[in-house]
């Protein structure tokens, strides 16, 4: 038995070795995004609409929104009809804007610092430091980077441990197991105003 | 060496020393968990459950509701009085003493997870803020090069192999699972802070503690968990997925290399079990990653092992891709 994990080991290490191969540029990527996004995001002298309008520009250049939507919506997905589908995937851009663009108001003069960068199984996670004013702490904050047609894109960012798009996929998978996708959709259009 | 335990992956035993009380802990867990071996043959449900962890969910629904409660009613309140009536000062210093009281039962576990230099850096730490930082109440040792970390009993059996268990909602204590569970039960009797208190008979102090932890514990919350019980689809789903998610990182003492796809949730999603009766881990062995089959039934291997593994691994390493393309 033990020989055939042993084999079995060997295997795993020359695929995920295999996979590795593809270099993607990642940190430079985030290292474009962010300084881009810091600035503009938490620039005092814009309104709220303004800023959640950049936001969602920054978002749909760097974010793979599709990819993370289908992700976060899981096997349900392909129960979904494909209006519900489309439907799905503009509240989730919707619901995105509405949880972190307005806070982006309070990180003026956060500094975003790249640590390291590692590879995975089919993406490069890009392991950055975020440096707060005023004493504050430092977040740890993961970007996983995938290719997404042909340009690197962000599938999850992951703070202090915590991968945003797994927490938001339990969120989902539990809202649809008690109301289904249409409970769902009703409440992200409730959380997003459109009800 | 490995031990397969349904549910609980396997359990590698590193030395004679470690056996004793780890074998003594899994037999606990898989006595515990005789219910959870009917994981559903669909691979979707199959993977759902595996990423929730939550067989017991509507008795853990029940219990946080009431702990809801309770916590608006009686906590949170507080919580918010302390935050509005008590200066700045007098929370750090609050927060410094508690936290110092922490740092004895930490040195223990970091010891008992073999991990020398942050034990140093744990007891070195409470001699200091201790002595020069007056009983805990300044942090003299964060600017000294000894930076706070906590380490509980229960990330010392994970860092001896011990899978989480179902995830559970204690009464009061809120968030956890069946291996931290029990972590906490074995802290409560082997704090040195509580041993000293009770062998001098001040057991009333055991409660000034309890009572000032919870306050202090509350207040340090209360930004981060409004905002997610305000903003959350669901608020229980959230916590759960969270508090899974926290404790990994805190058992990987917050290093991510040290994940192997062992990262709750995505591991599961990373490599679904290819057949229902088997259950794939990756995890750390000395001569590099180590592929751990483990039965997800106990039930005897009736056909031959290696084509079973060969075609698991197949099919775990090969379509797995994490995010299905549109």
Redesign the interface.
Known sequence: ?KR??????L???V??AGSARADSGASDFIQRLTSKAVPELTDQSISVQERRNRFRHIMDDGF?M???T??VV??Y?RQASPPQQQELLSLARDYVVQ?YADRFKDYSGVKVNISGE?KE???T?V?TVIDQPAGKPQV?L?WRV?ASGGKPAV?DM?I????MV??Q???????IR?NGVDG?IN??KQ?TGKA | M?IAFPCFGAVRMPGLRQCGLALAMATLLSVGMAGCTSLPQDP??R??QL??NDPLEPLNRHIFAVNQAIDVIILRPIAVVYRDVMPEFGKRVVHNFVTNLRLPFTTINDLLQGQWNRAGVAAKRFVVNSTVGVAGLFDVATDNGLPYHEEDFGQTLASWGIGEGPYLVLPLLGPSNFRDAIGLGVQLVSDPVNIAANVTDHDELLWARAGIEAVDSRYQLLGVLGDLEQ????Y???L???YR??R???I?N?N??DTD?L?P??AAF?SPPADPAWDLR?RD?ED??????VPAAPQELTQD??EM??AA?NEA?GP???????
Request: charged content about 25%; hydrophobic content about 45%.
């Open positions: 038995m055939f994990l042993h084999a079995a080991a295997l795993i290490v695929v995920l793979d599709k990819a993370i289908r992700y899981g096997r997905w949880l590692r199984e089919g993406w996670i392991q740890r993961d995938e599938t992951i202090e441990g915590v991968s797994t927490t996929r339990s969120e989902f998978a539990s809202v008690q769902l409440l992200l959380r | 490995h979707d449900e993977l759902e990423e929730t903003q959350s689809l669901d229980y789903a959230a759960r997925s969270l998610q926290r990994a990182d805190a990987r917050g991510e290399s796809g990262r949730g995505i990373r990756v062995g590099g990653p180590l592929l751990a089959a092992g290696a593994i060969r691994v390493v797995a891709l994490p995010m299905p393309r549109p």
